[in-house]
């Protein structure tokens, strides 16, 4: 079965130091990968998205996020945190297969960062 | 330019009522997706509509249905509802390729007593 997991409920970082939230999926074939942030009472925004090429992907708000494909895994990543960084992030997968159109999302990581 | 818009914010509802949600696109965007998404949960894929048309469904029962308007806005209902539907439903729009971002509303609140 299609599926991503994220296996971190919540990550808490102090400002200033680096952050990882990690993430694994399981789908077949080569998919599309994204990275959302959802604020309090907000929709999710877009951070960033892997479709090919260079595994180091760079995105909004100094975020970054590096695809493996061997360890099938999307690790959202950034150098140094900021207090304002603290909020859901979820992970996604786009199956290139079958025509699918939709959004396979993980559970979410809630990311704390404290002063 | 206003961004993907959804009415209502709050809505409540006892079980066994009907419900209807609306979402207004980005402008530009022909394609709308619904999502659910329970508490302390991802959002869950509904359907999604292009061309006045569903053309991807998810693993939701039939009471959920949907439409799409000429100027590309859309409507979610669910019949009879289940207190199991208590959840954040999130529109997203998008031209419609799947490696595209979509944009996604605040959301309707909705809550079955």
């Known amino acids: 079965a299609q599926s991503v997991a994220q296996p971190e409920d919540q990550v808490n970082v102090a400002e200033g130091n680096p952050l990882t939230v990690k993430c694994t999926y399981s789908?077949?074939?080569?998919?599309?990968l994204f990275w959302y942030v959802q604020y309090p009472n907000r929709g999710l925004q877009f951070l960033l998205k892997?479709?090919?090429?260079?595994?180091l992907v760079k995105g909004s708000y100094g975020f970054e996020a590096e695809f493996n494909k061997s360890q099938t895994s999307f690790h959202l990543k950034k150098p140094s945190a900021l207090v304002s960084d603290s909020a859901l992030y979820f992970c996604?997968?786009?199956?290139?297969?079958?025509?699918?159109?939709?959004?396979?999302f993980g559970s979410g990581t809630r990311l704390l960062v404290r002063p | 330019d206003a961004g993907v818009t959804q009415s209502p914010t709050h809505l409540i509802k006892t079980r066994g009522q009907q419900v209807t949600l609306r979402c207004s696109p980005k402008?530009?965007?022909?394609?709308v997706s619904w999502y659910q998404q329970a508490l302390g949960q991802g959002p869950q894929f509904i359907f999604q509509?292009?061309?006045?048309?569903?053309?991807q469904r998810g693993n939701f029962p039939d009471r959920f249905s949907g439409h799409q308007f000429p100027n590309y806005s859309s409507e979610l209902n669910v019949n009879a509802l289940w207190l199991g539907d208590s959840a954040l439903y999130l529109c997203?729009?998008?031209?419609?390729?799947?490696?595209?971002?979509?944009?996604f509303g605040s959301g309707t609140q909705l809550s079955v007593l």
């Open positions: 997203a729009s998008s031209s419609g390729h799947p490696n595209e971002k979509l944009f």
């Open positions: 789908v077949s074939g080569n998919p599309y």
């Open positions: 892997y479709i090919t090429g260079d595994n």
């Open positions: 996604a997968v786009s199956p290139q297969m079958d025509s699918s159109y939709k959004l396979i």
């Open positions: 402008s530009g965007h022909d394609t």
């Open positions: 509509y292009y061309e006045e048309e569903e053309r």
